[in-house]
């Protein structure tokens, strides 16, 4: 595939990651607000692009087709190709799917709901997606919708908003590349009852700049409730349709400055493994406590 992008773009997020205000009963810990990294930054310059998430470092080459993890607690790395990647996705969906009864076809629903807003001064729209299964086997429900759900809205910015950016313009090229994969993931797959959908229900026109996401696991819900409402650890009731947890990502900056290229290198004292090998180093105990990369 020919190089996707040429002017460099950055876009920042800030995220934030909310539990079910009863979790904290549930885990005998304060409830506070914990974050997937108190931002994600993406950067791109050329045919690259590279991610970070406050964790991880990922690097996706659009030339090479391949995708890079970098991971600074444990120095270690792992370059995998688009195909082998959308295998491994595969394979972790599969393992998945049993949990549910109704392992099928999702309903899926997916609308513009006509809301606009600005965000970092570019007009966005919002698109409202619904992803629901049937329910999980063993559950023992009090009663009502008892499928695994998540509501996710996408704003993202229209036409004449990414027209008017360079930056996002940039980035909105980002999504050709990421259409291909998605493309190449569902080919790898196959026939996918609930995969192909869910790709297709979630692509955007241009780029996302502001994400929310609610997720509702009803069996899980009800068996926690009810444990800690044996306990008397319950100070007051609780609305069991209540998300689960909530996700909410936010565009805090847009820019066109130049990208150090020196960001999409892996560092030269890490170990370059096969995935299967770094996926083992993950779960060994850190080699140091440094985490994040310096592309921010």
Known sequence: MPALLRADATIRYQIEFNKAPWLAAATNRPLKTATLGP?????????KSVSDDGERTFIADFDERAYTII???????ATVSFADLAKLADALATETMPLLSAPGQPKIESRLTGRTAAIQGVEAEEREVTVSWGAVRGAAPRGGDQSFKFRARLWSATQAGAARVPA????????AGERDFSLMLSNAIGESPWVTPILEAFRLSTVALRLQIEIYIPFLTEMTIQELEREGKLAKPVDHGSPFMQIDQIATEISGAPVDPAVFEIPKDYSVLPLEKFREVLKSAPATSATGSAIR
Request: zero cysteines; aromatic letters at 0%.
């Open 168 to 175: 996002i313009r940039e980035l909105t090229t980002l999504k």
């Open 71 to 77: 991971d600074p607690a444990h120095k270690a790395a």
């Open 39 to 47: 931002e994600k930054v993406l950067h791109l310059k050329g045919h």
